[in-house]
């Protein structure tokens, strides 16, 4: 009897633990640029990327060019990336088996969709959302783009529909935005019809009230799977008083922006759903350097970064590259926004940051929320090495924190389509 009482109770608790994961069962997005292959001599590469934390990778960047063609940015880095490593022995273009990015993230059921614009790269699409031509072009060239490298699913990163600096058009963009998107829809759902797949749709979005008004999102989520907020660069040399780059909370002083805001009006105002909702969780820093009077949270300063202690990221540092630094300056704790900051008094310099601490804070906040998980921008920014330069990883505090508290499915293994 006691036997049996003790193999039954071993049954239970592992029934429970299935049921604890697949019930919280979060996203954790990490968007892997194709430029960050090169940095920290190639620290954080296919090979050395631990996909077991991840249940989607975002590959950014391509581009739209205003035709409404799609082309990646960087041929050498999209072609080691997204192909493979060269097979130099072999007749031009090869490349060894199983060795790209998207290879690597299939055999652990992570999926890689391409993130298609950026800040840099947005100009172009307003003119296509506003024509139908090149809109079918560009829908049916993500469509080429998916099948060429195995993609499983189209990232949209136009920042922003109606902004006039990157050519918005207040008249058009927003029906524009959701054509675009439909059009896209449309194209992948057809294509997966003919394999027998399905393929996701997301875009990424500004996190404030101005650009979210230019977003049909009731109608968009309807057919789109995920919403990805970028919940991050709330504040910077843009504002007066020196404030936090990512708040949980709305600081004590300032604009009214955090994660709690942006949810807020997303499930209050536009009436989303939480599960269709990824907040953004920042694996990087904003710096300030040079104040009018002592350097301090809220205090009035000159409009610069810190490029000089900061100089690789141009004052804009990643989290490894914050602790590199961080024996420099007095650490702080904003129990109302709840994120750290850092002071140094004798540089004039603050820095705004997340850490173990307010990461876990936000996963939190996700699951009790409800949301769908967490974006990150971006995931080789806290792969800590052991000694810099030795590209041997010693951790990952950061996602670590979002990996326990969001506790992730496990998939199964992505086949190839050939």
């Known amino acids: 009897m006691k036997k049996t009482t003790l193999t039954l109770f071993a049954i239970l608790m592992l029934l429970n633990v299935s049921v604890k994961?697949?019930?919280?069962?979060?996203?954790?997005?990490?968007?892997?640029?194709?430029?960050?292959?090169?940095?920290?001599?190639?620290?954080?590469?296919?090979?050395?990327?631990?996909?077991?934390?991840?249940?989607?990778?975002?590959?950014?960047?391509?581009?739209?060019?205003?035709?409404?063609?799609?082309?990646?940015?960087?041929?050498?880095?999209?072609?080691?990336?997204?192909?493979?490593?060269?097979d130099w022995g072999k007749p031009q273009p090869a490349y060894f088996p199983n060795t790209s990015l998207v290879d690597f993230a299939h055999l652990w059921g992570v999926k890689v969709m391409v993130s298609i614009g950026g800040w840099t790269l947005s100009d172009n699409f307003p003119a296509i959302a506003a024509d139908s031509v090149k809109t079918a072009r560009f829908a049916s060239e993500c469509v080429r783009v998916i099948r060429q490298y195995q993609f499983d699913g189209i990232d949209i990163d136009w920042e922003y529909p109606c902004y006039e600096e990157h050519s918005g058009r207040a008249d058009t963009d927003r029906e524009g935005f959701t054509f675009l998107m439909r059009s896209i829809r449309d194209s992948i759902d057809a294509y997966g019809k003919k394999n027998e797949q399905?393929?996701?749709?997301?875009?990424?979005?500004?996190?404030?009230?101005?650009?979210?008004?230019?977003?049909?999102?009731?109608?968009?989520?309807?057919?789109?799977?995920?919403?990805?907020?970028?919940?991050?660069?709330?504040?910077?040399?843009?504002?007066?008083?020196?404030?936090?780059?990512?708040?949980?909370?709305?600081?004590?002083?300032?604009?009214?922006?955090?994660?709690?805001?942006?949810?807020?009006?997303?499930?209050?105002?536009?009436?989303?759903?939480?599960?269709?909702?990824?907040?953004?969780?920042?694996?990087?820093?904003?710096t300030l350097r040079g104040f009018k009077e002592e350097p301090k949270l809220f205090a009035k300063h000159k409009g610069k970064t810190d490029d000089v202690r900061f100089s690789l990221h141009e004052g804009s540092p990643t989290y490894f590259q914050i602790m590199l630094e961080k024996h420099n300056y007095e650490e702080y704790w904003d129990d109302v926004a709840k994120v750290p900051y850092l002071i140094d008094t004798k540089d004039s310099s603050f820095v705004s940051y997340d850490d173990p601490k307010s990461i876990r804070l936000k996963a939190q906040f996700i699951m009790d929320k409800k949301c769908a998980g967490a974006i990150i921008w971006d995931l080789t920014n806290d792969y800590m090495e052991k000694k810099p330069g030795t590209l041997l990883i010693s951790g990952t505090p950061l996602v670590d924190q979002l990996v326990d508290v969001l506790q992730p499915c496990a998939r199964p293994r992505i086949k190839k389509i050939y």
């Open 21 to 86: 994961s697949q019930g919280a069962c979060k996203e954790i997005i990490g968007y892997y640029a194709s430029w960050l292959m090169y940095q920290r001599g190639g620290a954080v590469v296919p090979e050395s990327i631990d996909y077991s934390k991840y249940s989607i990778i975002n590959f950014s960047f391509f581009a739209p060019d205003e035709d409404g063609f799609i082309a990646g940015t960087d041929p050498w880095a999209d072609t080691l990336l997204l192909r493979g490593r060269i």
């Open 198 to 286: 399905e393929y996701l749709l997301t875009a990424a979005f500004g996190a404030q009230d101005i650009r979210m008004e230019c977003i049909d999102y009731k109608e968009i989520t309807t057919f789109m799977d995920y919403v990805n907020m970028m919940t991050y660069d709330m504040n910077g040399v843009w504002n007066e008083e020196a404030n936090h780059n990512s708040p949980l909370y709305d600081p004590e002083y300032g604009p009214a922006q955090s994660l709690n805001e942006t949810h807020r009006l997303l499930t209050e105002k536009y009436g989303i759903s939480p599960s269709k909702i990824n907040l953004g969780v920042a694996f990087y820093g904003r």
